[in-house]
Every structure is written in C-alpha cells, then in structure tokens.
C-alpha cells in the first residue's frame, strides 16, 4: 500500500512561470520529506527536504511547503527553466529511517 | 569523487539465470539500500543495510538477496532471474549523520529478463 502519492504523472510549463508539484502521504509518523530530481539514464538526485516540524523551507529557486493537516507537500520551483525538465520524486522518511517515494511526477519545461 | 558505484550499467538475463549487481561507495556511509524503479510505481525499497553484517526486507525483498560483509559494498544478487524482475535498479547510500535521511544514489543498473 503506497503511503506517499504523487497524482499527477506529468506537468507541463513555460519557462519562467512556476511550476508546483504536489504530493500525499498517509503515514503521520513521517519525520522528513524530501524531493529528489533524476534526469534520464542518471540515479536520482537529491533538490531539497523539510522536517516535519516545519512547514516550509526554501533553497534559491525551490521552496517546499508541508501542511501536516492535510499531508500534504508540495515543491514550487520559481522561475522554471529548460533545466528543471526531469522527473520529480517526492520521498518521506518513516520511523524505520527508511524513505518511501511517490510514483514521480515528469515536468517538462516548454520554451 | 567516485560517490556511489554500480556495474553493470546493461544487462540481459534468460529466465532463471542468476546474476549479481555489485554496488561501491566510497563515502564511508554506513546505510545502503536497493531500490527498483518501475513505470508508475516509483521506487521500491528491496533490501537494506545499516552497517555490515546487518542486511534487511524493504518492501519487494522476494526473488533478491543481499550480504554486507564490507562497509563499502552492498551487492545484490538475484537468485533465479524472472521477467517481472526486468527493471531498472539503483543503490543508494546514507551517513546517519545526516539526519535528514538524504540518499545518494548510483546511475542505476538497467535489467531486462528474458
């Protein structure tokens, strides 16, 4: 049973509009969640987390945001540019210390 | 500045044949993990380890087996390759440390079983 849930598979913007990727989780045990980026042929790399405790975090372009009410999260990334064209992977960290991910979500950036 | 390593980056396998995917990492982490990365199920923690000597389940564990017997290498071995094990496979890495559970990952091992 999947626990963190991305909906929506693909996401198309222009560039330099933003582009806000969303993701739901089941587990309220969750402590961190974290997106990741992965380029074609590439392992997934790491963008950016948040703490539980938080409900938002912001690192230059990217700023995710955490509503525990709800859980949900989701990643706006502001200006979009060619180079975020990739897949998406929301992750969320369980009390085992291991991450869960979501399906992933491919965001294309259109000139 | 290697970070995580994985061979083969290609393989194809007949139906029951066995094969091993080595996994290195150079960083001195003591977690490491496998996950498998199939169309529209992200991806799927298969085996983990928290430092050698000490190997467990994630969540597609059947038809894979692990040993830890070094700090630096997690291989992964399938027993009796099967179709529905063609997937794309990547190894992960983590130093406890870094509290916010972030993973580095290899460029995965791409596998097809015939």
């Known amino acids: 049973d999947q626990q963190v849930k991305q909906n929506s598979p693909s996401l198309s913007v222009q560039e330099g509009r933003i582009s806000i990727l969303n993701c739901d989780y089941t587990n309220s045990m969750f402590d961190y969640f974290l997106w990741y980026k992965k380029y074609p042929a590439e392992g997934p790399t790491f963008l950016i987390s948040?703490?539980?405790?938080?409900d938002k975090n912001e690192d230059g372009r990217f700023t995710v945001f955490l509503n525990k009410s709800a859980k949900h999260l989701s990643l706006h990334i502001v200006p979009s540019q060619p180079g975020d064209s990739a897949v998406y992977f929301c992750?969320?960290?369980?009390?085992?210390?291991?991450?869960?991910f979501g399906a992933g979500t491919q965001v294309v950036v259109t000139p | 500045n290697a970070g995580v390593t994985q061979t083969p980056k290609f393989q194809v396998l007949k139906t029951g044949q066995s094969m091993t995917l080595q996994c290195a990492q150079d960083m001195n982490h003591e977690y490491m993990s496998w996950y498998r990365q199939d169309p529209g199920m992200g991806l799927r923690l298969i085996h983990y380890?928290?430092?050698?000597?000490?190997?467990d389940q994630g969540e597609v564990p059947n038809g894979y087996n692990v040993s830890r017997s070094t700090t630096e290498d997690f291989p992964l071995r399938l027993l009796s390759a099967a179709p529905s094990q063609t997937s794309v496979y990547f190894c992960?890495?983590?130093?406890?440390?870094?509290?916010?559970?972030?993973?580095?990952f290899g460029e995965g091992s791409r596998l097809t079983v015939l």
């Open positions: 992960a890495s983590s130093s406890r440390t870094l509290n916010t559970g972030e993973l580095f």
């Open positions: 992750a969320a960290r369980d009390s085992w210390g291991k991450l869960q």
């Open positions: 380890s928290v430092g050698a000597g000490i190997t």
């Open positions: 948040i703490s539980s405790i938080k």
